[in-house]
């Protein structure tokens, strides 16, 4: 089982969401409550951010 | 790695599956890395950058990836893929031109410069036809046009978009095809992987759901695929395919930051798409 760090609330609806040690910044997780993409805004301290909203432009 | 080596950046603002991973695969090779997020991002023009001088282009945005691939080579730094890469890459009609110039086989493309020269054009190319957005990803707003009056209909809510770009119409002939397309995975001049994708939707993207299943590297297809991302200046490119009737290739896009999860799904543990990146990036800093 993967070790996890802290986990943070989400700033939506304030579950916690469990990152785990790989976590990186600015990437993309999946609130397991309200299903919400939030961003990673730091590691260390775990912080979440909402996730921007997708642009016209994103993508391949 | 030696200390002479160029340092290395990833540029992305959004870590997805292929950024961790080249991240991941970077680490694992002991090559340090920065990442760097392009919203915090400004380049002063004709002022030496004290950043990477080696920048993976990873942007998830066209315009971002596209600016911030030009200001970075302004400041002296090597960008992959070039700013020149993403500017034909991110464009349709820079694709098109460049592949027709290239005499590399592509479906038939005319670009109209205002919505009613477009109707013209579709009336000579035949019907069905497909409408594309000259910038645009992830099979958005590509419009399969069957007769006239479905093509008047769409040409009339171009022109009632506010962008002037709306208004330069890329039309081409639909490729009678199977319910596939093959994406080839090129890397560093090298056809290194490759997918069918198969979907229910006409548009095969994988980011509309379509399905990942291997395809053998024939010769035909990986030269074809190595020229195509040549003909645009990419070196870690993923280039789309068509089948026609009878079996011809025929080059329908190439992706200058690709997204490669479902290519990776495919093969397993027989390749690792972020390795082989990262084996690219690697070399380039220490040459």
Redo the contacts between chains.
Sequence with gaps: MQETLVAPECPECDAEVSLGT?A?????VECPECRLEL??ESVEPPRLLL??EV?????? | MSSAAARLGVLASRVRFEEKNILTALERRGVACEQIDPRALSVRAGTPWDGPQIVLNREVGHYRALYAASALESAGVTVLNSAAATAVCGDKWQTSAALVARGLPTPETTLALTPDAALKALEELGYPAVIKPLVGSWGRLVTRVTDRAMAEAVLEHLAALPSPQSHIVYVQREVAKADRDIRVLVVGGRAVGATYRRSEDWRTNVARGAVSERCPLEADLTELAVAAADTVGACVAGVDLLEEPGGRLTVLEVNDRVEFRGLQSTYGSDLDVADTIAALLTAKAES
């Design positions: 790989d990186r910044v600015s990437e993309i961003e990673i996730a921007p642009e016209e432009d994103w993508g391949e």
